[in-house]
T-cell receptor, first 114, second 112 residues
């Protein structure tokens, strides 16, 4: 099925460092969402973006909805060990006025060294 | 406020059997969607139900089916199980008009 290009696939960083990951698509999306998934659990919503150019923060997390509506990035500042997990971007398409399903990136696996 | 609840959390089935997974959405949410997550394919959309009607469907074979009840609870069924159906099956719900989708913890299915 259709998927987004999410990069990097994995990151291994030192505690305290900043992290940046992004997603790109050939399709335009109306909504971009960023989720974090811990092992054995379902994805947990971190940030939702609804307008092109929108920049939204949630604590140490900041995400932006690209102007072209085909990309989004997520930044994590001053990483801590509990940031470890897999981060997914997801784009949402519209179908004739109703909100469609989510298209997911393959995830960025983040490892943080204390 | 209770989150999305999925049962069972873990199950093992044999090839050829069928399985039914259950999902209770967040109170007040009328839309329920299902996703399959595997290491190779990532998260893939299965289908979405709204007010007991299937609204969207992903590219999965007819062995995968679902339904939604009048209380918005949903079930998905996989018949004639194959080894490749081993995956984490995630249910998600959202409000009628909201964009934000919230996931349950998932049901781990292993087919042997």
């Amino acid at each position: 099925g259709q998927q987004l290009n999410q990069s990097p696939q994995s990151m291994f960083i030192q505690e305290g460092e900043d992290v940046s990951m992004n997603c790109t698509s050939s399709s335009i999306f109306n909504t971009w969402l960023w989720y974090k998934q811990d092992p054995g659990e379902g994805p947990v919503l971190l940030i939702a973006l609804y307008k092109a150019g929108e920049l939204t923060s949630n604590g140490r997390l900041t995400a932006q909805f690209g102007i072209t509506r085909k990309d989004s990035f997520l930044n994590i500042s001053a990483s801590i060990p509990s940031d470890v997990g897999i981060y997914f971007c997801a784009g949402q398409l519209w179908y004739g006025g109703s909100q469609g399903n989510l298209i997911f990136g393959k995830g960025t696996k983040l490892s943080v060294k204390p | 406020k209770a989150g999305v609840t999925q049962t069972p959390r873990y199950l093992i089935k044999t090839r050829g059997q069928q399985v039914t997974l259950s999902c209770s959405p967040i109170s007040g949410h009328r839309s329920v969607s299902w996703y399959q997550q595997t290491p190779g394919q990532g998260l893939q959309f299965l289908f979405e139900y709204f007010s007991e009607t299937q609204r969207n469907k992903g590219n999965f074979p007819g062995r995968f089916s679902g339904r939604q009840f009048s209380n918005s609870r949903s079930e998905m069924n996989v018949s004639t199980l194959e080894l490749g159906d081993s995956a984490l099956y995630l249910c998600a719900s959202r409000r009628d008009s909201g964009n934000t989708i919230y996931f349950g913890e998932g049901s781990w299915l292993t087919v042997v």
